[in-house]
Each structure stands twice: as structure tokens, then as C-alpha cells.
């Protein structure tokens, strides 16, 4: 659903359009471990059609990035923006690399495929005590090449966390608009208390986000998995209690994600520590969705593990399609 821009007008964009509930995409693999291209285009359009999701996240840790080539990418980016566009939704694509060619060219076919913004993750930084002028740097140079809105993303994966000062700092920079901010709440409170209309915050934890809605005036859900594998296209519990909070009807929001506590304690009781992505992956495929296996290094699931999710997952509460209840 990608509407041109300038660089001088992606805050704009982002106010009016990044909005609503992201869901981060894991990749899903055929048994050959090939990119399942059928698959992950039935995924989006489950998402987005059926599930009520408003955009994707596409190729970032969840799905994977770290073992996609970089042709891999860039298609994963082309078929996520066509069904994006033919759905009347939005796309929001990974760039984040070590190498900074590598971020460059990706938000340049970003750019090319018809993507409405880029998200780009704080660099791991070797050796450095004092980052700030180096990150302010990084995401500069990147900003000047792009006319698309950038979100950062913050994340203790990167060895450090960017101080809410530092993301207020390269905030100014006209098509920085956003942040995913993997941190601690009072990191994240602060900053969107002081952000205004420079920068849209987000985290990912979808447990706090029905608070950050209510108590921060979040309009952004930016962005994990739950939004996939918390719904059925019976059952959108989710984005049920996420409207019933944007029109301020309070108590029947929490009473609707409370009523989520037993999915969310089956996903947390059956996932394997080092496993996230073949753990979520096996649970899309109970809901019916593509999953597939993992990638090297990623580990895949024991089939004591896979039968300690069914086992779970049946008796989570989830509704599911009569035809595939039966099944």
C-alpha cells in the first residue's frame, strides 16, 4: 500500500500510516530448506486478511536473516510488498547488517520493490566505550541514502543499549521515524514521553502492549511473532482487545487480553531456550500456517518437544476454523 514520499515528508508518513499491529515474519523453509515461497505468501495473506493484521516485518531475527543470502532477502522483500499492496497493507523491511554495503543495498531494493519503511538495527560495535557519535554517524549516512522512513531498533543483542538522549539525537534526522526498543519499560516510557512528534516508539513484548496503549498512548504495535500465533481467523483476541482499547473501552480490553494468559502460558512453558524460531515455526504449523524447519546454525525441535507443544497448544484455549478443529 506504499505511497511515494520524500525524505523531508517520512515523518509525516509514519505518523498518518505506521500504525496499527506489525507482526514480525519468521521464514518459512520446505524440507529441502529452500525459502517455501507459496508458503510465506499464504502466511501474509492469512495475516493480513484473516487475522486483521496492519503490517509486516520482514526478514529480521525472527525470520531468520542471519542465514538468507542476500538474494534471499531482497525476493522475501519483493513478495512481502506485492501481497502488501494487493491486501491494502504495509511493509516494513530489515536491512540491519554488520556490513553497511549490505544495509545500503537492501534499502535500496526496499526502496525499488515498493516498501513503505526500513528498519535498521543498532550495529555490535567492537571495542568502543563511547558509541554515541558513531551510531549518530551510522544512521546518518544511511539516512541521506534512503527517502524511505527508518525505524531503529535498539536490542541487547548489540552488546549495548542506545540511551533515550541518543535516539532523541538522531531522531532529528528528517526520515528517522521510529524505534523498536527492545528495553527495560522505564527506557522505553521515557523516550515516548519525550519523542512527541519526532519518533513513533514501540516495543516488541506483547504482553505489555495493551498498557503501553492505555498508559502511553501507544498507536504501535512494532513488533513480534504473538500477532500470528495469538490468533485464528476465528479468533483474534489480540486484535480484538487492541481496538476495544483504541476506542477507550478500558476494563473490556483487559478482560479480553487476560483471557489470552492461557496461550501465552503454553507458548512460555513449551519453549525450548535455544530454540525460538522452531519452536514458533512448529506452533504456525498447528494453527495451519507455513512453518518449516530452521536454518543452520538454529536448532530444530526434538519430538519430545514437538509433542509437549501439541500437547499444550490443545489445550491452550484457541479456537480454530471447524474444518481444521476436525482435522
Known amino acids: ?33 529452500a525459502v517455501d515461497e507459496a508458503g510465506f505468501r499464504a502466511n501474509l495473506r492469512h495475516w493480513f486478511d484473516e487475522l486483521g ?10 525470520g531468520e536473516f542471519f542465514s538468507l543470502s542476500l538474494a534471499e532477502r531482497k525476493r522475501l522483500f519483493s513478495i512481502a510488498a506485492e501481497v ?14 554488520q556490513n553497511l554495503d549490505t544495509v545500503l543495498e537492501l534499502a535500496a531494493h526496499a526502496e525499488a520493490c515498493g516498501a513503505d519503511y526500513i528498519v535498521v538495527h543498532a550495529p555490535v560495535l567492537h571495542f568502543l566505550h563511547d558509541r554515541d557519535e558513531t551510531l549518530v554517524e551510522y544512521y546518518r549516512h544511511i539516512s541521506e541514502r ?33 524505534i523498536k526498543y527492545s528495553v527495560p519499560r522505564a527506557m522505553y516510557s521515557e523516550l515516548s514521553r519525550r519523542a512527541g512528534d519526532a519518533l513513533l516508539v514501540s516495543t516488541a513484548s506483547e504482553e505489555e502492549w495493551l498498557d503501553n496503549i492505555l498508559e502511553l498512548g501507544w498507536r504501535l504495535y512494532l513488533c513480534s511473532s504473538p500477532p500470528a500465533i495469538l490468533q485464528t481467523a476465528v479468533d483474534r483476541r489480540m486484535r480484538d482487545y487492541t481496538d476495544l482499547a483504541f476506542t477507550g473501552r478500558m476494563e473490556e480490553a483487559r478482560r479480553v487480553s487476560a483471557s489470552l494468559e492461557p496461550v501465552r502460558q503454553a507458548l512460555k512453558s513449551t519453549r525450548p531456550g535455544g530454540k525460538p524460531q522452531a519452536h514458533q515455526k512448529y506452533w504456525q504449523e498447528l494453527l495451519g500456517q507455513a512453518g518449516g524447519p530452521v536454518r543452520r546454525p538454529m536448532l530444530q525441535l526434538t519430538e519430545a518437544e514437538r509433542a509437549a507443544t501439541r500437547a499444550a497448544f490443545a489445550g491452550c484455549g484457541l479456537r480454530l476454523p471447524v474444518k481444521q478443529a476436525a482435522e
Open 1 to 33: 500500500m506504499s505511497e511515494t514520499y520524500d525524505r523531508a515528508h517520512a515523518k509525516e508518513h509514519a505518523r498518518a500510516h505506521m500504525r496499527g499491529i506489525w507482526v514480525a515474519a519468521l521464514t518459512p523453509f520446505r524440507d529441502d530448506f
Open 53 to 62: 493484521i496492519d503490517g509486516v516485518f520482514v526478514a529480521g531475527k525472527q
Open 84 to 97: 502488501a499492496r494487493g491486501c491494502g497493507k504495509r511493509t516494513v523491511m530489515s536491512c540491519s547488517d
Open 146 to 178: 534512503t527517502r524511505l522512513g527508518i525505524a531503529m531498533w535498539s536490542h541487547p543483542d548489540s552488546g549495548y543499549l542506545m540511551s533515550p538522549d541518543l535516539c532523541l539525537r538522531i531522531a532529528e534526522l528528517p526520515n528517522v521515524v521510529a
